[in-house]
């Protein structure tokens, strides 16, 4: 039986103290490494890509995403939004094998509190 593919990613989240009272985070940028081929062909498996720390900013249709599993918080998973409703998001996929991606189709739309981080569409065609 052949499983489906996660594109999952890795990151370091640094903080900092601030004259000794709260952390503050101070980086601007997530490095993450893609794993597994669900955003193939735009990503590949082992590829870093960096990302934008997400901290309201408006996200669009073809935004890629860094976001926590709905129901696996401790996995974080990069999918392209395809479809927006209020505060929620329909993501997927790139790779156009429909049985290479883990995403809204199996998990539905994901809210935007799940959201960690984002890059702006970057697709030159």
Known sequence: MRLKGFTICSGVLRAGMSLGFEPVEFMESVSVKIIGNSMWPHYKDGQVVDFNRYNGEPIQVGDIIVFNHPFRNEML?????STISENSFFVEGDNPDPTSSTDSHNFGS???SSIIAFRHNH???
């Open 77 to 81: 998973l990069v999918k392209r939004v």
């Open 110 to 112: 994901i809210d935007i």
């Open 123 to 125: 697709i030159t065609e």
